[in-house]
């Protein structure tokens, strides 16, 4: 029944269809409306045959072409030549650095680093006109900076102090020294002594080399392995040249105070450079004194001991102290130069006498300054050498010697020695000096933590 409905809707939709269409025919067949009959014979004018352009058509930015759209074809923009060409791509240089070892000199650093013969003569000529090479030593840098194929552009040579020794490579050579702009900045620390100063002053990020120059000022006066017994005191104020925040150079001690308790034992360094320093006990003035070698280190004592070089045991009329070939070696009290020479094992020798008992030698030097002779009278602090390795010894060190009577005695023991040493004519000066010293020193704790108690400025 359903399925006889569905074929009568079907036969009758059809049956409309057909009609319309025969209306549409009819329709299509009569005449048009006038308004209509009169726009008919309008159409577009034909389109004109394009002419080519005489020159280039720039197109404006926001122009665009539409797809479909009868255009004339657009010649092709030319892009303008360069005027100039792009830079040539240098290839990357190679680096090469590390410190002078020890005993080391300026060429077998240069083979290590792959120089052929001939250009390390010629660098070393040219550094060595700016430059003693004969003072290298360990913890110099040296720096090569070459070419893809080896071929070296840049030397240069760290030294100390942070100055920097740099030849560029090429026609000629040319050479320049690098100086930093160091700023002097001034100190403070407090350590207390527990086992032993280096490890006090180690301790507390103080530089543990201060140990040695307190060694050498108070050994003759302090006996350290009695007299401390722990828990004492130590003041210090001391010099740093920086450039930023590198240290350039060795820091330099200018006050350091001493409480053992029963006494207080303080040294003025003066900012001079002569390195004479002043001692006080208790607030009086002790002595002057100036070290042999600032800062070295002390690496023999005087006694029977095995000799490095003989292997025997021999006794040791002095005290050693190890430092770089060179180093500056002071007169530590004031005198006559009475020998000036060459004494066997002991190498060029320097002697001073002081009074008419007490002599200081001072051996093993590299060499003495020019103007330096017999019978010229030297105060605390003047150079009067340089520290080699002449005569018998393992290495570059200065043996310090104190005779009195002729008969050898330990510089770091006795008063002996500052009974020979003249006071300083104006007391009025030093006591200025330390109560400067120690007024700086309490300012400059007190910036970082309170005054120590009983410090009286």
């Known amino acids: 029944m359903k399925i006889r409905t ?18 549409a025919g009819a329709l299509m067949k009569a005449p048009a409306p006038p308004a209509i009959a009169e726009a008919t014979p309008w159409g577009p004018h034909p389109l004109t045959t394009p002419q080519p352009a005489d020159g280039l058509v720039t197109l404006p930015k926001a122009a665009h072409v539409g797809v479909g759209l009868a255009t004339a074809p657009l010649p092709l923009v030319q892009p303008a030549s360069a005027e100039t060409s792009l830079p040539a791509i240098e290839p990357p240089l190679i680096t090469w650095s590390r410190e002078i ?19 390390r003569a010629e660098i070393a000529l040219a550094l060595g006109a700016e430059y003693d090479l004969r003072r290298l030593r360990p913890g110099h840098m040296v720096t090569v900076i070459s070419k893809a194929d080896g071929t070296p552009t840049r030397v240069a040579l760290a030294v100390e102090d942070g100055v920097r020794i740099e030849t560029v490579l090429g026609d000629e050579f040319v050479t320049r020294v690098l100086e930093p702009d160091a700023q002097v900045m001034t100190f403070a620390g407090e350590a207390v002594i527990e086992s032993s100063i280096f490890a006090a002053l180690d301790k507390e990020g103080i530089p543990a080399r201060f140990a040695v120059d307190l060694a050498q000022m108070l050994s003759g006066t302090v006996d350290f392995r009695r007299e401390l017994s722990g828990g004492e005191t130590m003041r210090l104020l001391w010099r740093e040249a920086r450039a930023g925040t590198e240290r350039i150079g060795q820091p330099e001690l200018s006050f350091a105070a001493l409480d053992l308790g029963g006494s207080v034992y303080e040294i003025v360094w003066p900012d001079d450079g002569t390195g004479r320093a002043t001692i006080y006990v208790d607030g009086k003035m002790l002595r002057v004194f100036a070290q042999p070698v600032e800062g070295a280190r002390l690496s023999s004592v005087f006694g029977r001991r095995t000799h490095p070089v003989y292997g025997n045991v021999r006794m040791h009329t002095g005290v050693d102290f190890a430092a770089a070939k060179g180093t ?8 006559r130069v009475s020998f000036i020479g060459r004494r066997g094992g002991y190498g060029r020798v320097v002697e001073v006498t002081h009074g008419s008992d007490t002599l200081t030698r001072y051996a093993h030097l590299s060499g003495v300054p020019d103007g330096l002779k017999q019978g010229q009278r030297v105060l ?11 005569g018998t010894a393992t290495g570059p060190n200065l043996h310090y010697e104190v005779r009195i009577d002729g008969r050898p005695t330990d510089p770091l023991e006795g008063d002996r020695l500052a009974k020979a040493v ?11 000096r330390l109560s400067k010293a ?14 120590p108690k009983g410090f009286d400025t």
């Open 6 to 23: 569905g074929l009568a809707t079907v036969a009758a939709a059809g049956a409309l269809s057909v009609t319309g269409l025969g209306i």
């Open 380 to 390: 605390a602090g003047d150079v009067i050498g340089r520290v080699g390795a002449t």
């Open 438 to 451: 120690r007024s700086l020193l309490a300012e400059r704790l007190a910036s970082e933590f309170p005054q």
């Open 328 to 335: 500056p070696v002071y007169a530590t009290a004031p005198g």
């Open 422 to 432: 003249e006071r300083v004519k104006d007391t009025t000066a030093a006591f200025e």
């Open 101 to 119: 070892a020890a005993g080391e000199t300026l060429d077998a650093a240069l083979a290590d680093a792959g120089i052929a013969a001939p250009d």
